[in-house]
């Protein structure tokens, strides 16, 4: 994560991996030894601390426990970029608070709306 925010000090980056469950001695493991979980948190983490103004995010709640999921979706909703979400999971849909949608594979875009939670719901 360092590497992805170099201006960043180190409570702040504490803080941050806190934020995505990690405590302790947990910020000093080497991503090699993390479960999948936690590669998933820390790629995320990650990218919220990057320069990055865009997100492409598939699937991005896939085989995290609840809580993980919950700090997730905070972290992903407070991010002042754009996010373009790939997901099936609509209470991820619902945490983020969609403003538009595109519908593939015509590029179609349009506001969000209730019509469309209803779409995510059926998948």
Known sequence: MR??????????????????????????????????????????ATLVVSSANVLLLDEPTNNLDPASREEILGALHTFTGAVVLVTHDEGAVDALQPERIILLPDGVEDLWGQDYADLVALA
């Open 3 to 44: 590497s992805a925010a170099p201006d960043m000090d180190l409570v702040a980056i504490r803080k941050t991996l806190g934020s995505f469950l990690f405590s302790g001695d947990d910020v000093d493991k080497p991503a090699g030894v993390l479960s999948g979980g936690e590669k998933t948190r820390l790629a995320l």
